[in-house]
């Protein structure tokens, strides 16, 4: 446990919108679970913080709600992607993608040469 | 976009956060037992589980906090917690409450309804078309700095000029209009062809006068006022091209000047009739030398500065003067931008009630503040606890900030009805005269000032207790249960008290300089009596036009023994030109043993009165030496004059002036002077001293030359002095002289008194509201000094009982809290002081407001400074009495 990562400022609604386009709807514990197993268990995701996160996505329009029924039979509330979701998804996919690009030059310049 | 719909839902969130809750916790809920079935899927006990839930959550109600503070706009919340436990604060002690309101409301209030006029007034756009470029137009000369401009050069200047856009100009005179129901006086002006299209004036029907139709010798034309056209025509179309009867002759009516069209500059009046400046018969028009009351405006090219025309205009005249160096030596047109013309006179008078309102407002927000200081002190356990559970600095001191907003708000919407009310007051008190008078009314820029002064305000006194929140140890006050320290706040309450008394006594001491210089005013010889003198106009009939000269002079002897023979009128006299504060004329003149000056500059210069014997008893004018003009001095005998003290002392020193000659420049004869007057007070009680041309010159009417006699049939003056009162007068000489002929019009009746009157109603004006918020000022702060005495007194209530069982006189008791108090208001006293001398040096430098009385006056100075200490001691007496009371059996046993 000792080598985990905190989750980067901002990042975590990227990762929120990325497991909803791939995991279609899903509830917040989902979400959480879903999120720690792709960074291979080497991210802590605090997991109070996703709460909020949600709710603002949900605010400005990018996530939708509704209750349902989880695996269990356990009522849960399922969230799923809009269109304007997947839109801002695919808009901080490229520029983050961007960022790792121009980091990645300055972290290793030999390879420019 | 998006951020803008975040916000929209946000504020939705702030009104159904309760079922939202509900909702997230069950979602919350729902999340808590997935992590634990899958804990124990893994192994755990629950127990294990819901530990690991709950830690990887980071706390329920952690959780719910941040939820819930995504979910409204949290700082919306706590104002609307600090809102309404302030609300709860103030109804609890609704005697503080109403007392802050009200304060708070009459400080707002009078600075509203101030702020209105000074807005409307000083602030607010003209209302024509580019008003900027807009200037008046006067001829500076010697004796007058803005004098009257002589039509042709009024006509070089407009030819010669390249900066003006347009020059017009305009002359008041009055005529008697015959053939609509009675004779009557009208006032007219008589203006060019570009006055109205300047100021961008549309007429109502017909149209304005067209370019040349103001010149000499054309066609008789008149535009009529809008409110003339409603009375006289009853707003008929057809009144356009009809004829109107003035002065016996027939002018066709053009067009309708706008109801609402007014200049409001000192040379303009708005009239109901206008006549092209052309038809004027006076023959001085073609005089280069003779202003006649001319007076222009004119519009500034698009791009041209002020300076730039003027200096256009010092060449323009520079020509003229070359051209006609015997008229026009040293006369130079002068532009006076056309705001500053209007308000120049009201501006420093307005700007000092400004200021001294603010200070009144000041004074109030200071009772306030310590008002406050008390019951912060009597609060200072509850902010102890509440900082205790946790609430910090900055949230107790937003809690008191919010209260005293609140304060100031409400106190600020209750000013602002007593502004609607105070200046609709205001506006009564104000000089007659003030301009734009309809420009005044409570405006968004109004209710702006209104909400920026009580935010001002409310934070103002708010932030004086909440700063001690910083300062004091807050648990100092749990330690100490209800007695916390008092030696700090003391002093600053101290501190507040010596501030008000010395706001207090520069604004007593600006109202008694005010007090003082009208108390000097009515003390100054007018040199003529003011009971029982009225002036007014006379018009004879028009047939009297050009029926010669013995005609005119039987007229006038006709009229003036009807006037002289009503009953209780003991003297009469026609005046033509000059009349002491309401009009003046000069005329220029050598001494005999002078050679005759090349020009009017070379001459000497006099106030011109052309009176009959009359005057001298109708006015209660003291004769000095020699005789007055007589009824033997007529137009078969010598020319003779009289002259003033002034006149005599400068021109003939020690000499006996009786029997000198003189040469007036309009005659070939000489003139001889007959008699010596006292100094009559021309330019109005304050100014006159200082008026470089004083000398007085009185010549009778019958000597007139013919030309001249010939105008006074257009309109004088005439002067009564009569045993009844005013109107009553007025009444029997209109009946006496409609027997004598009913096409002849009496007109304008005035009494000296309200002449002089009116030269003070300015003054009179700021008087009374100085007065009044000094006054309000003064009430204010003893309340204040009051207040901190009594808080002295109850806070020593033990030490003086103490004292008392040891034995203290209760005299000796009474005398300690007088002294506390006293001290107070002698460090305010000698601050107010300091103060008031930098401050009515203000006053008298930009204003001509003193009279009489320098700006650091001690008699003044003096004065205001013992009312204030006896309202200060009187405001001490109660809470020293109460000291006096006190039982000190009870004192100790309550120890």
């Known amino acids: 446990m000792g080598n985990k990562t905190d989750v980067w400022q901002g ?103 | 976009m998006r951020k803008l719909r975040a916000l929209w839902m946000r ?205 000499v010798g054309r066609e008789p034309l008149v535009m009529i006022s809008e409110g003339f056209w409603k009375r006289k025509f009853g707003s008929r179309p057809d009144a356009v091209g009809r004829l109107l009867t003035l002065d016996g002759r027939d002018y066709t009516i053009v067009g309708v000047v706008p109801v609402n069209f007014d200049l409001q500059i000192n040379n303009f009046r708005a009239s109901d009739i206008y006549v092209p400046i052309g038809q004027f018969r006076n023959p001085a028009l073609n005089y280069r030398a003779a202003g006649l009351g001319i007076h222009g405006i004119a519009r500034l090219k698009p791009g041209v500065t002020l300076e730039q025309a003027q200096a256009d205009m010092k060449q323009v005249s520079e020509r003229l003067e070359q051209i006609y160096p015997e008229a026009d030596q040293g006369i130079r047109a002068k532009l006076v931008p056309f705001k500053y013309e209007m308000v120049r006179n009201v501006k420093p008078l307005l700007l000092i009630l400004m200021g001294a309102v603010g200070f009144v407002l000041l004074i109030a927000c200071v009772n306030i503040a310590n ?110 249960g209800s007695r916390s320290a008092t030696g700090s706040r003391q002093r600053v309450q101290s501190w ?23 108390m000097k005013l009515s003390e100054v010889d007018t040199g003529f009596q003011t009971r029982g003198v009225l002036t007014f106009g006379l018009q004879p009939t028009p047939t009297m036009i050009n029926q010669g000269p013995d005609a005119e002079r039987a007229y006038l002897r006709e009229a003036n023994a009807r006037i002289a023979a009503i009953p209780g009128v003991d003297a009469v006299s026609f005046s033509w030109a000059a009349l002491p504060m309401l009009s003046d004329d000069e005329d220029l003149f050598w001494l005999d043993g002078e050679a005759k000056p090349q020009n009017q500059a070379g001459m000497h210069w006099a106030i011109r009165y052309i009176v009959e014997p009359g005057y001298l008893p109708a006015m209660g004018i003291r004769l000095r030496k020699g005789r007055f003009l007589a009824a033997s001095d007529d137009e078969h005998a010598q020319r003779a004059v009289v002259i003033d003290e002034v006149f005599a002392r400068k021109f003939f020193g020690n000499a006996d002036p009786i029997g000198k000659q003189i040469h007036l420049e309009q005659y070939d004869d000489p003139a001889t002077v007959v008699g010596v007057v006292g100094h009559v007070n021309q330019w109005g009680l304050d100014n006159d001293a200082v008026n470089p041309l004083r000398a007085e010159i009185y010549q009778a009417m019958m000597q007139l030359p013919e030309q001249q006699l010939r105008l006074t049939m257009m309109g004088m003056d005439t002067v009564v002095h009569s045993r ?112 008031a001398l930098a401050l009515t040096q203000v006053i008298a430098r930009f204003s001509s407001l003193l009279y009489g009385v320098h700006a650091y006056d001690p008699w003044t100075m003096a004065g205001v400074t013992l009312v204030m200490m006896v309202v200060a001691l009187a405001a001490c007496y109660l809470p020293a009495r109460r000291a006096m009371e006190i039982d000190p059996m009870q004192v100790l046993r309550t120890e």
Not at chain 2, 18 to 40: C, I, K, T
């Open chain 2, 496 to 518: 507040l008290v010596v501030f008000q008394m010395a706001t207090t006594l520069v604004l007593l001491a600006g109202a008694g300089l005010m007090i003082r210089s009208l």
């Open chain 2, 724 to 835: 009844y009162n005013a109107e009553a007068t007025f009444n029997s000489i209109q009946s006496a002289v409609a027997q004598m002929n009913h096409e002849q019009v009496v007109y304008n009746p005035e009494s000296m008194e309200a002449a002089i009157a009116y030269t003070l109603t300015g003054r009179r004006f700021t008087m009374i509201l100085l007065a009044t918020f000094a006054g309000a000022a003064l009430l204010l702060a003893s309340i204040g000094l009051y207040g901190v005495i009594s808080y002295l007194v109850a806070q020593h209530a033990r030490e003086i009982g103490v004292r008392m069982a040891l034995g203290a006189d209760r005299r000796d008791v009474f005398r300690w809290v007088l002294v506390r108090g006293g001290k107070l208001a002698v460090f305010g006293a000698v601050a107010g002081v300091l103060a």
């Open chain 2, 11 to 215: 504020i939705g969130g702030l009104f159904r956060f309760r079922g939202a809750d509900g909702e997230f916790s069950a979602e919350l809920e729902s999340h808590v037992a997935m992590h634990v079935e899958d804990g124990m899927r893994a192994g755990l006990s629950e127990e294990e589980a819901r530990r690991q839930a709950m830690i990887r959550l980071g706390g329920l109600e952690q959780t719910k906090i941040a939820y819930r503070e995504r979910q409204g706009l949290p700082w919306f919340e706590t104002l609307w917690q600090d809102a309404r436990f302030g609300l709860r604060m103030l109804v609890k002690s609704p005697g503080f409450t109403v007392v802050a309101v009200l304060t708070l409301a009459l400080g707002i209030g009078a600075n509203t309804a101030l702020f209105s006029v000074v807005n409307g007034v000083l602030l607010n756009p003209l209302p024509y078309p580019h008003a900027d470029e807009l200037v008046t137009v006067h001829a500076s000369k010697q004796n007058f700095s803005e004098g009257s401009i002589s039509y042709l050069n009024f006509r070089d200047w407009q030819r010669d000029n390249k900066t003006l856009e347009a020059l017009a100009v305009s002359r008041g005179t009055g005529y008697s209009l015959t053939g609509m129901g009675d004779a009557e006086e009208i006032r007219a002006e008589l203006v060019t062809s570009d006055f109205f299209p300047l100021l961008g004036v549309k007429p109502v029907m017909g149209r304005l006068f067209a370019p040349h139709e103001d010149e």
């Open chain 2, 371 to 480: 008002l406050l200081l008390v019951r912060s002190n009597a609060r200072a356990q509850e902010f102890a606890v509440r900082s205790a559970l946790g609430a910090g600095r900055v949230r107790l001191v937003r809690q008191l900030l919010t209260e005293s907003l609140m304060l100031s708000l409400l106190g600020g919407a209750l000013g602002l009805a007593i502004a609607s009310w105070g200046t609709k007051l205001l506006l009564r008190l104000l000089p007659e005269k003030l301009p734009r008078v309809a420009d005044v009314h409570v405006s968004g820029a109004v209710l702006c000032f209104t909400l920026a002064v009580s935010l001002g305000a409310g934070t103002l006194f708010g932030l004086m207790p909440a700063l001690r929140i910083f300062k004091q140890n807050l648990q100092d006050a749990l330690k100490e």
């Open chain 1, 11 to 113: 990042t975590l609604a990227l990762m929120v919108l990325k497991t909803l386009e791939a995991m279609g709807p899903i509830h917040g514990y989902g979400i959480a679970r879903r999120i720690e197993q792709t960074s291979g268990n080497l991210l802590s995701l605090n997991y109070g913080t996703l709460y909020p996160a949600l709710l603002k996505l949900e605010q400005e329009g990018f996530v939708a709600s509704e209750w349902g029924l989880s695996e269990n039979n356990r009522k849960a509330k399922f969230y799923k992607l809009t269109r304007a979701g997947r839109k801002q998804l695919e808009r901080e996919a490229r520029d983050w993608e961007q960022a790792t690009v121009i980091i990645g030059r300055f972290l290793s310049p030999a390879e420019e040469a």
